[in-house]
């Protein structure tokens, strides 16, 4: 009796596994779902999709680089149609922005300044590797609007980003440079914090730029003249009154502050503030050489 029962039960256990197996309650093997024909079907799927897509890419590629090419090529055209009008004209303003300080706007007139502008519009040139989004990211507190007007007046208008890189309105798509194409916003718009010097000497000595109603110069003309200044600084004469209409001026412009620098032939210096207090010192023949030899 025994020996049936264990036999039915066997059975039973049989038939259990083999209804489990057909059914698909036991997991298959990976080898089995590997050679199953559904998963050939989208591994198949899969492939023609992933070949699909890379030729996609391959044609995006391809047309954003045709694309860039046109935006080169139409830049260029564009900024030498700039070129040859500004060649041949004057610029007679220019007006810039700092993104740096918030409603700070100027318009200048000085031949210097504007020749200066006009000099960025004819030397740049075109470079790669770089994007106006790049610059955006980079420089976003460093960027100066300039625009320019000639006698007919047209405008030409273009960002400077940091030192140098330069990106025009009507080519957007492109970046250009000029080295120290940033120092005519630098000197002449207020920085956002005042850096603090210890003498006019220090501060003249950091200026962007020098300008007269004839020359501009640049900071390298700023240290060599402080240098020169710094000799003289022992010879203050006190209570001094000269009338200083007539005398030699330049303007140093250091971040927005102002020191003029006046002088006659008399071998007299005036140095005047932002606030307009004067103060005179006497200078050697062999350094008041030297001082209009850089200047003038």
């Not at 057909?22 to 559904?38: E, H, L, W």
């Not at 700070?104 to 504007?114: D, E, K, L, M, Y």
């Not at 071998?267 to 023949?285: L, R, T």
């Amino acid at each position: 009796m025994k020996k049936k029962q264990v036999q039915r039960i066997l059975t039973t256990v049989m038939i259990l596994g083999l209804s489990l197996s057909t059914t698909g309650c036991f997991k298959p093997s990976q080898k089995a779902v590997i050679n199953s024909k559904y998963y050939q079907q989208l591994k198949e799927e899969n492939e023609k999709i992933s070949g699909q897509l890379k030729s996609e890419r391959k044609k995006t590629a391809s047309l954003e680089k045709k694309i860039k090419a046109i935006h080169a090529t139409y830049g260029d055209r564009k900024l030498a149609e700039y070129k040859s009008k500004v060649k041949g004209s004057t610029i007679v303003k220019m007006s810039f922005v700092s993104k740096s300080v918030k409603h700070q706007s100027f318009a200048v007139t000085n031949t210097p300044v504007c020749q200066y502008a006009k000099d960025i519009i004819m030397g740049c040139y075109r470079i790669i590797g770089m994007t106006p989004g790049d610059l955006e990211k980079q420089y976003k507190k460093q960027m100066y609007s300039y625009a320019l007007i000639d006698e007919d007046n047209t405008t030409y208008e273009f960002k400077v980003y940091g030192n140098c890189y330069i990106v025009f309105d009507d080519i957007p798509e492109n970046v250009y440079v000029y080295n120290d194409a940033s120092v005519i916003g630098e000197g002449l718009v207020d920085a956002p914090v005042q850096k603090k010097y210890l003498n006019f000497v220090d501060r003249m000595a950091d200026a962007q730029i020098i300008v007269s109603d004839t020359k501009l110069h640049l900071n390298h003309a700023a240290i060599e003249v402080s240098r020169i200044l710094a000799t003289m600084t022992d010879n203050y004469i006190d209570r001094a009154k000269y009338d200083t209409k007539d005398w030699k001026e330049y303007r140093f412009y250091t971040y927005g502050t102002m020191t003029k620098l006046l002088y006659s032939d008399q071998k007299v210096i005036c140095i005047e503030d932002k606030k307009g207090a004067q103060n005179f010192y006497k200078i050697s023949d062999k350094d008041f050489k030297k001082l209009k030899k850089i200047l003038e």
